[in-house]
Antibody, heavy 121, light 108 residues
Framework: EVQLVESGGGLVRPGGSLRLSCAAS????????MNWVRQAPGKGLEWVSSIISGTNYIYYAASVKGRFTISRDDSKNSLYLQMNSLRAEDTAVYYC??????????????WGQGTLVTVSS | EIVLTQSPATLSLSPGERATLSCRASQSVSTYLAWYQQRPGQAPRLLIY???NRATGIPARFSGSGSGTDFTLTISNLEPEDFAVYYCQQCSDWPPYSFGQGTKLEIK
C-alpha cells in the first residue's frame, strides 16, 4: 500500500524558515517524480514543486521560486521541502503527492495527509 | 500559463440527482485533464484522468467527457458521500500544473 506521511509543519514568523519532510513507503520511491502541492485555508489547490526521478530536474511555481528548495533522498525514501523567507501567503496545508502509474498525462494519484504551515507574527 | 475556470462555484442538489460540473481551459489541453474530489479535512482524491478514465476504485456513477478547452464531470445518482469540493487539473502545459478553483457540491 502506498503511504506518504508529511511532517515538519508548524508556526513560523514571517521571514523565517521551515523544512518539510515526506516519508514514502509501499512503492519504489526512486522510480517516481515527487511533488509538493499546497492549499491555503479555505482555498484551492496550488502545485508548488516537482523533482524528477533519476535526473533530479527540478521545477517550481513562480510564487515560491528562489525561496523554496525541493530535494529527495532515495536511500531514505524521503522527499523534502526547504522553505526560506516565508510569507503570510505561504500559510497552507502542504501535501506530498506521487503521480499515477499509467495514463497519458501526469496526475496526482497518491497524497499524504498534509502538514500545516502557518506564517504569522 | 493555462488557467482553468470551473463552474458553477457552488452546486446545490439532492441525493439521487445528477450533477454536471464544468471546467474550461484558457487554451487547449488536449485530453490531459483530471478531476479530484476533496471532502472536508481530507486530502484530494483522484477520480478521473485523461478526461474520461476512472481511477482505481472510483464508482461508475462518476464520468468525464470533453476535449480541447471544455470538460465536464458528471455524477449520476448522487450519494451522500459525493457532496464535496471538486477540482480539475491540467498537465498539458507545465510547469505549472494548474488546478481550477473548485466547485462545491452541496446538499440542497
Amino acid at each position: 500500500e502506498v503511504q506518504l506521511v508529511e511532517s515538519g509543519g508548524g508556526l513560523v514568523r514571517p521571514g523565517g524558515s521551515l523544512r518539510l519532510s515526506c516519508a514514502a513507503s509501499g512503492f519504489t520511491f526512486s522510480s517516481y517524480t515527487m511533488n509538493w502541492v499546497r492549499q491555503a485555508p479555505g482555498k484551492g489547490l496550488e502545485w508548488v514543486s516537482s523533482i524528477i526521478s533519476g535526473t533530479n530536474y527540478i521545477y517550481y511555481a513562480a510564487s515560491v521560486k528562489g525561496r523554496f528548495t525541493i530535494s529527495r533522498d532515495d536511500s531514505k525514501n524521503s522527499l523534502y521541502l526547504q522553505m526560506n523567507s516565508l510569507r503570510a501567503e505561504d500559510t497552507a496545508v502542504y501535501y506530498c503527492a506521487r503521480p499515477l502509474n499509467g495514463g497519458s498525462g501526469y496526475y496526482f494519484a497518491y497524497w499524504g495527509q498534509g502538514t500545516l504551515v502557518t506564517v504569522s507574527s | 500559463e493555462i488557467v482553468l475556470t470551473q463552474s458553477p462555484a457552488t452546486l446545490s442538489l439532492s441525493p439521487g440527482e445528477r450533477a454536471t460540473l464544468s471546467c474550461r481551459a484558457s487554451q487547449s489541453v488536449s485530453t490531459y485533464l483530471a478531476w479530484y474530489q476533496q471532502r472536508p479535512g481530507q486530502a484530494p482524491r483522484l477520480l478521473i484522468y485523461d478526461v474520461s478514465n476512472r481511477a482505481t476504485g472510483i464508482p461508475a456513477r462518476f464520468s468525464g467527457s470533453g476535449s480541447g478547452t471544455d470538460f465536464t464531470l458528471t455524477i449520476s445518482n448522487l450519494e451522500p458521500e459525493d457532496f464535496a469540493v471538486y477540482y480539475c487539473q491540467q498537465c498539458s502545459d507545465w510547469p505549472p500544473y494548474s488546478f481550477g478553483q473548485g466547485t462545491k457540491l452541496e446538499i440542497k
